[in-house]
């Protein structure tokens, strides 16, 4: 039940937008947004709850579309700083830990 | 404040042999994990702990075995290690849903 991440790769210029989208088959309590750089450990950007409600600080936002099982992370006016790999992360129920799968991840490249 | 530390950082094993990874978060999170990292296959639950003095197994417990030995360590045991272990090691703590990560331990296995 790993969520699906689309695409798996993409490469920006610096200043261009990027969406990278996560989709499951089961019904999902949340999702989990991450980044990892490489050699690094990952970093948590963000989290959305079942509901709906987009979140976002500077320029990187989350939805969460309940009915489609799916998240968008929209990064916008990219900067060489964004590059890295983003992961996805799902969770069914409220006890977390239990049914928490992280995506296979979309490689993101920002060219200056 | 440290957040999560991971030793060692680098191990390289032969085939049946064993060890053990530590981790201790000082940031008083309830909840701890170990994941493994495979290229182009995302990060894999191996077991996580809710709680001091509980454990429960992940996506792929097969050939570990952990123990939570107070609220700030979780450690994770390779009792015969094998070839397809042979990967990066991470373990993360939380209080509720942000994950934590440490900085990672690099296994190979020959």
């Known amino acids: 039940q790993q969520p699906v991440q689309s695409p798996q790769a993409v490469i920006l210029r610096e200043g261009e937008d990027a969406v990278i989208n996560c989709s499951s088959s089961k019904a999902l309590y949340s999702v989990h947004w991450y980044r990892q750089k490489h050699g690094e450990a990952p970093v948590f950007l963000m989290i959305l709850l079942k509901g709906g409600e987009q979140k976002g600080h500077d320029k990187i936002s989350a939805s969460f579309n309940e009915k489609k099982q799916q998240s968008s992370l929209y990064l916008t006016a990219s900067q060489l700083s964004y590059s890295g790999t983003y992961f996805c992360?799902?969770?069914?129920?409220?006890?977390?830990?239990?049914?928490?799968?992280f995506g296979p991840g979309t490689r993101l490249s920002v060219l200056p | 404040n440290a957040g999560v530390t991971q030793t060692p950082k680098f191990q390289v094993l032969k085939t049946g042999q064993s060890m053990t990874l530590q981790c201790a978060q000082d940031m008083n999170h309830n909840s701890m994990y170990w994941y493994r990292q495979d290229p182009g296959m995302g990060l894999r639950l191996i077991y996580y702990s809710a709680s001091e003095g509980t454990t429960d197994k992940g996506e792929v417990p097969n050939g570990y075995n952990v123990s939570r030995l107070n609220k700030r360590e979780f450690s994770l045991r390779l009792e015969s290690a094998a070839p397809s272990q042979t990967s990066v090691y991470f373990c993360?703590?939380?209080?509720?849903?942000?994950?934590?990560f440490g900085p990672g331990t690099r296994l190979t296995v020959t």
């Open positions: 992360g799902t969770e069914l129920g409220s006890h977390y830990g239990q049914n928490f799968v």
């Open positions: 993360a703590s939380s209080a509720y849903h942000e994950q934590y």
